[in-house]
């Protein structure tokens, strides 16, 4: 497959303070990512200089091979912070990014997601009356309505009690298993990146680099129990300085 992004030795440095320090990958269209690091080692910036939020220092990023100088519609951000607006239904947060004549019936596809995500009969709700839990169904609806090529997840799950956590790690899955999407996720979470992903990114300390690539080879749905996936997990704590 094709490349659908590409880092070319990304560097950037706040007034006198490098962040990330020379980082280079490529990401296959549909192939999902994870990258993980040490607290404050500069993942998010990285994350925003890729999704285009950010400018580099040095370096680019190309996307289908355009050099990126900005946000783009191809691609969505999921943050750990949440995103809904409070004043607008279910239904209606999902049509609000559904611009242009392009869409059809816009309150049938807001429903079909709604449905996708399991808020079927909750499309008339207002935030306040639904769960934490539903509030991020609503943001990952919103997300895919637009048919993203690409999602930036920043810890999306984070604010998730574990039970939820999990359960919204096979919702996401099982979409995905639906839909084609380039993902790449952020995460302090070394299961849940064994879990998702196809290939597993550690970074450095700040000024941050890739300091090691884990393969993850087997096929949805997986056992985190799998002594190859409890290997690989030991091994990634160890990159980042956790001993087991």
Known sequence: MDAKIVVNNI???FKDLPVVGGVSLEVKDGEFVAIVGPSGCGKSTLMKIIAG?????????RIDGAVRHGPSPKGIAISQHGSVFPWLTVQQNLMFGLTGDGHGDKAA????????????????SYPHEL??????????ARALVVKPEI???DEPFSALDALMNLKMRNELL????????????ITHDVEEALFMADRVLVLSPRPTRIQAVFE??????????????????????QELGVTV
Do not use: C, W
């Not at 939020?53 to 990023?61: A, K, L, N, Q, R």
């Open 216 to 237: 993850v080879p087997h096929p949805h749905p997986r056992k985190l129990s799998n002594p190859e996936l409890q290997q690989m997990k030991e091994q990634i704590l």
């Open 11 to 13: 560097q950037k440095q």
């Open 131 to 140: 769960s934490g839990g539903m509030l991020k169904r609503v943001e990952i």
């Open 151 to 153: 999602l930036y997840m």
């Open 53 to 61: 939020f950010e400018p580099p220092s040095e370096g680019e990023v």
């Open 174 to 185: 099982r979409i995905l298993g639906e839909e084609r999407h380039t993902v790449l996720l």
């Open 109 to 124: 596809l807001a429903d079909h997601y709604a449905e996708m995500v399991g808020l079927k009969g909750f499309e008339n």
